[in-house]
């Protein structure tokens, strides 16, 4: 019933900025928590950010902290990764993930119960 949607990935150059959409539909987005991930080839779902229910607190991984921001607007449906400064590193599909738990924010994949389907983003050198 719940689906999400990603958007706005391609191929950029080194230093170059590109800004992710998660579009959902079938529940809304009131008391969420969303959260970005990305997997490259032959590695592992690794986490990238998160933010709260009502957009007030967000954690980002180490490796894209300072570069990347995460933003929703739930009467819209909508999350947003904001990706400034794109290391060839950050070179994977990104995906949205949403999750309904009031007791705590996770960073673990496995806790988000519902995933788009990726959207590549490739950063050449």
């Known amino acids: 019933q719940v689906q999400l949607v990603e958007s706005g990935g391609g191929l950029v150059q080194a230093g170059d900025s590109l800004r992710l959409s998660c579009a959902a539909s079938g529940r809304t987005l009131i008391n969420s928590q969303m959260g970005w991930f990305r997997q490259a080839p032959g590695k592992e779902r690794e986490f990238v950010a998160v933010v709260n229910w009502n957009g007030d607190r967000t954690t980002y991984a180490d490796s894209v902290k300072g570069r990347f921001t995460i933003s929703r607007d739930s009467a819209k449906n909508t999350v947003w990764l904001q990706m400034n400064s794109l290391k060839p590193e950050d070179t994977a599909v990104y995906y949205c993930?949403?999750?309904?738990?009031?007791?705590?924010?996770?960073?673990?994949?496995?806790?988000?119960?519902?995933w788009g389907q990726g959207t590549q983003v490739t950063v050449s050198s």
């Open positions: 993930a949403a999750r309904w738990d009031p007791l705590y924010v996770s960073q673990q994949s496995k806790d988000y119960r519902y």
